[in-house]
């Protein structure tokens, strides 16, 4: 075994250990959904930093942010406009969500639709949405979780399923023993590894490649030479396409399961409004991996599979200790994402789902939602032996348009009644069929191209989603009131999002 | 009017969503086009911006 490799297996056995210590931190009662899924509600600003930052820059981020820079050039940064917008919207939107599910006991944003808006079928509609779109989402953390393994070559590309089914096994075990508490207690190794990782690549990297003018150079001549050419700017033409996904992605950001359940384990409302301005340290990161994979490009790393430019940097350019203490980055990476993802459906499902048949939070609620993030990693360890990656990926595409559909009943709803319920539920369906419908016609990529007026628009799929979800709800909205039906009681106050 | 603060926040969209304004090479900073090093910079002004904006509509009680 090489040392790379045995530093990558001690470090996901620490974690591990730290995984299943984590269920005595604070001395909770873990029968309680609360406590096992939102860690009492208790986390403090700095280790609500460590677990958002943990969870939100996933290693499939890592991996593939570089990755896109490294195929398609400039179009691929918009991951950093993306980084930077998303957080006045937290800023704005979750202060205010965090109030309220406090006040009114919240796990899940299905929680508040349900109160908000007291209809049972958008409720769960709600529910189902964010637990379609975290399936692929965790998928994608064990494909770049394999971008590493695969790099041993005693492991290879089909030896490394064993390594990811144990990782992943070891991490559903965890998950049902401590809760949310194990990724983030777990966030503190992964965040300090990726940091350090990190900012060794971007010294020793680009100075071993003759710095970042030659580059640039070097990277803006090979794209121009490939069999489908890139460019290290913009054409005119991709400025739409650039500002929708970077706009369209920043909004949906926030309303994942897994964001979602990270910052309702805030202790005060304060400390998500001090890490809205902290955590984008954690998108400068982004930012300087995103230009690694140029560095891929000048070093001339030819591959077919661009998921695995930064492994094979790694594998280049560091002694062999740290390649495995870099990888060990990544992998942990994928493990805290994952396991706060698995948390967020389960609670979607336990809370909204099944709570139907159970009025009140207990103990059999937690049990339930314990057993299904077992069955939600499993699945997920499932998806990545069945489907293809190039599917996976689209997958998670089309999870991103999905997701970005909750944004009327759930964001809006945090202001204004004025939409009806059923009008939602409608706009919602509308918007999930034309994300589809318009994946399928531009074959599963992100951004589709509208024709009108003698003119075309290629912009971000998820947003033109929402587009066509606003325009019903709101049309429906206008119908269902000229007629006076639809109504429904609201049982939030106003003093509840003060 | 302390919400008044929250405008500033328009500012990080502006500066960053409308690429024409930055997509070009020069000037460069450490050898890096300005295309990059620009949007990178956003990423700390967002950061200051928000700090200012959390700090100056505090409410009494926040902890």
Wanted: some cysteine; proline content about 4%; hydrophobic content about 60%.
């Amino acid at each position: 075994m090489s040392s790379s490799a045995a530093i990558l297996a001690i470090a996901v056995l620490a974690v591990t250990a730290m995984g299943f210590f984590a269920a005595r931190w604070g001395g909770a009662n873990l029968d309680n959904l609360e406590q096992w899924a939102l860690g009492g509600r208790s986390f403090g600003t700095i280790v609500s930093w460590f677990l958002l930052g943990g969870d939100l820059y996933t290693a499939y981020t890592f991996i593939a942010v570089p990755a896109l820079v490294y195929g398609i050039g400039a179009l691929g940064f918009f991951a950093v406009p993306y980084a930077t917008v998303a957080y006045p919207i937290a800023l704005i939107v979750l202060a205010r969500f965090w109030n309220v599910a406090r006040r009114r006991g919240y796990v899940t944003t299905a929680d508040f639709v349900r109160d908000r808006y007291g209809d049972r079928t958008l409720e769960v509609a709600i529910a189902a949405t964010g637990v379609v779109a975290a399936m692929p989402y965790i998928a994608l953390q064990l494909i770049g979780m394999r971008a590493v393994f695969a790099q041993f070559g005693t492991l290879g590309a089909g030896g490394s399923l064993p390594a990811l089914t144990v990782a992943f096994v070891l991490l559903g075990a965890y998950t049902y023993t401590s809760g949310l508490r194990a990724p983030a207690m777990i966030a503190f190794v992964k965040d300090t590894l990726i940091y350090v990782a990190v900012i060794a690549a971007v010294v020793v990297i680009p100075a071993r490649l003759g710095g970042w003018a030659h580059i640039f150079a070097v990277s803006q001549a090979r794209l121009a030479q490939r069999l489908h050419p890139a460019a290290i700017y913009l054409l005119p033409s991709q400025y739409f396409t650039y500002a929708t996904m970077a706009f369209g992605s920043a909004l949906s950001l926030f309303i994942y399961p897994h964001a979602i359940t990270s910052v309702l384990a805030a202790r005060s409302r304060a400390v998500i409004r001090r890490n809205a301005a902290l955590l984008p340290v954690y998108s400068l990161l982004l930012g300087l991996l995103a230009l690694l994979g140029y560095c891929a490009v000048a070093a001339g790393i030819a591959v077919k599979d661009a998921n695995s430019v930064v492994p094979l940097l790694f594998v280049r350019y560091f002694p062999d200790w740290f390649a495995g203490v870099a990888d060990a980055a990544v992998v942990i990476g994928a493990l805290v994402p994952a396991a706060v993802m698995c948390i967020g459906a389960a609670n979607l499902f336990a809370s909204n789902v099944f709570r139907e048949f159970c009025p009140e939070r207990s103990a059999v609620e937690t049990l339930v939602a314990k057993l299904l993030t077992l069955a939600i990693a499993g699945f997920a360890l499932l998806f990545i032996f069945f489907v293809p990656v190039p599917y996976a990926i689209d997958f998670q595409l089309l999870g991103g348009a999905l997701m970005l559909q909750i944004f009327p009943a759930f964001v809006l709803g945090l202001w204004t009644r004025w939409f009806q319920p059923k009008a939602l539920l409608l706009g919602w369906a509308c918007g999930l069929a034309a994300s589809c419908a318009m994946a399928y016609a531009s074959g599963f990529a992100p951004n589709y191209t509208v024709r009108a007026f003698g003119g075309s628009l290629t912009g971000f799929i998820a947003l033109y989603g929402l587009i066509v979800n606003l325009l019903v709800s709101t049309f429906a909205t206008l119908l269902l009131r000229a007629l006076r039906l639809g109504a429904s009681i609201d049982s939030t106050t106003a003093g509840d999002f003060a | 009017m302390r919400r008044g603060w929250y405008l500033l926040l328009i500012l990080p969209f502006a500066g960053t969503l409308i690429p024409p304004l930055y997509n070009r090479a020069s000037p460069t900073l450490f050898g890096m086009p300005f295309f990059y090093w620009y949007q990178l910079a956003w990423v700390l002004v967002t950061a200051a911006l928000l700090g200012l904006v959390v700090e100056l509509t505090r409410k009494d009680g926040d902890v």
